[in-house]
């Protein structure tokens, strides 16, 4: 595989993500204003991939290889812990760093839905949140053709803001005929800065609290757009799984959360619970898995209508197809239940 990659900055305030695929290679083009640099940095790489590159699957690690990740990639160790403890593992003679740089995602290799798909309605649009950060922004998709107005899903992130995964998941609702909305909790710091590294470091900085009312804000926002019928629904990925499950006990009007690997409400609030609920849990995953017991007997105390699955042998972010800790059959049977479940909550 041969990559190139340059990076400028421009003195434009603008946000735009690009992609062009062909048979054997992968143009990219990122643009994103920072807020601390007065302008945009234009990220740009072309990596060719040959006809006998394979993707990395879970099964090529040492299952403590990728438990080192996920402490990495949700704050536990930093980056020169994880290239320490992961040297003692040998990945095909490659070094920690190599390894480290194989784990993160390739948003190319993951799209779905192509970011010009002619059958949608693409835009990013601006939403008020007064209990948070003020106006935040967020990516909306929705079907061009359509009869009457459509059901929303509020598309909630992982730790690192509003990526082009999570922007291909908001598509992919789109085409199921939701309107999807997907809001970017770094909009008060500039909004998602290109990189995953970056993401993460500024995601620390990030009020929790104005965080979570930026959410509320966004489903009030998507109920309230007379596009809408008013019926809503949400799902969320590791940090958006559990602000998933916090829009659940705060928002008496969402009609379904679905929560990937995503961390309970306190016990206490789980009464408060209104909406249908589905939670999607990863057998490898000790980090969250701990804490679904509890979860399950507060569920079952206030009967809250909830379905709940475990996929075993699976790791964490089995369901984001752009690392190799995805799980092609964890994810299709995850999905498929998730749009089963805003069918019969939502739509």
């Given at each position: 595989?041969c990559c190139?990659?340059a990076?400028?900055?421009?003195p434009v305030?603008?946000?735009?993500h690009?992609?062009v695929?062909?048979?054997?290679s992968?143009?990219s083009?990122?643009?994103f ?5 007065p302008g945009?940095?234009i990220?740009?790489?072309?990596r ?5 590159m394979t993707?990395?699957?879970a099964?090529?690690?040492d299952?403590r290889v990728?438990?080192?990740f996920?402490h990495y ?5 930093s ?6 403890r ?7 003679g ?5 390894i480290l ?10 799209q ?15 939403y008020p949140?007064?209990?948070g950060?003020g106006t935040?922004?967020?990516?909306l998709a ?6 009457g107005k ?7 992130h992982e ?12 598509r992919?609702l789109?085409?199921?005929g939701?309107?999807?909305f ?6 008060p710091l500039?909004?998602?800065p290109g990189d995953?590294?970056?993401a993460?470091?500024l ?6 609290a104005k965080t ?9 926002f ?13 799902v ?5 799984g559990?602000i998933?499950?916090i ?5 008496r009007q969402?009609r ?5 690997y995503g961390g ?14 589905q939670l999607h849990y ?11 017991p509890?979860?399950e007997?507060?569920l079952?105390a206030?009967?809250?209508d ?11 972010g089995?369901n984001?197809d752009?690392?190799?800790?995805f ?5 299709d049977?995850?999905w498929g239940?998730?749009?089963g479940?805003f ?5």
């Amino acid at each position: 595989m041969c990559c190139i990659t340059a990076s400028v900055l421009l003195p434009v305030r603008s946000r735009v993500h690009s992609h062009v695929t062909c048979r054997r290679s992968t143009w990219s083009l990122v643009l994103f204003h920072r807020r601390e640099r007065p302008g945009v940095r234009i990220h740009f790489s072309y990596r060719y991939r040959g006809e006998a590159m394979t993707r990395k699957t879970a099964s090529d690690y040492d299952q403590r290889v990728l438990n080192l990740f996920d402490h990495y990639v949700h704050g536990r160790i930093s980056r020169r812990q994880f290239l320490d403890r992961a040297a003692a593992f040998s990945l095909g003679g490659l070094s920690a760093a190599a390894i480290l740089e194989s784990l993160v995602p390739d948003f190319a290799a993951g799209q779905r839905i192509e970011e010009d798909d002619a059958r949608l309605d693409l835009s990013y649009q601006e939403y008020p949140s007064p209990n948070g950060s003020g106006t935040m922004r967020g990516y909306l998709a929705r079907p061009k053709k359509h009869s009457g107005k459509l059901h929303g899903i509020v598309v909630i992130h992982e730790n690192r803001g509003l990526n082009p995964h999570t922007e291909d998941i908001a598509r992919r609702l789109g085409l199921e005929g939701y309107f999807a909305f997907a809001p970017d909790a770094l909009t008060p710091l500039g909004g998602y800065p290109g990189d995953e590294s970056s993401a993460r470091t500024l995601f620390r900085e990030l009020d929790r609290a104005k965080t979570v009312e930026d959410f509320v804000a966004a489903v009030a926002f998507v109920e309230t757009r007379p596009e809408c019928t008013g019926r809503v629904g949400c799902v969320g990925f590791c940090f958006g799984g559990s602000i998933a499950n916090i829009l659940a006990v705060r928002v008496r009007q969402l009609r379904a959360a679905v929560a990937f690997y995503g961390g309970p409400p306190p016990t206490a609030d789980v009464p408060q619970i209104k909406a249908a609920v589905q939670l999607h849990y990863a057998g490898l995953d000790k980090r969250i898995k701990a804490r679904w017991p509890a979860y399950e007997a507060a569920l079952k105390a206030a009967e809250i209508d909830y379905e709940a699955y475990m996929y075993e042998g699976t790791n964490h972010g089995f369901n984001n197809d752009t690392t190799p800790r995805f799980d092609e059959a964890a994810a299709d049977r995850a999905w498929g239940r998730t749009l089963g479940f805003f069918d019969k909550h939502v739509a």
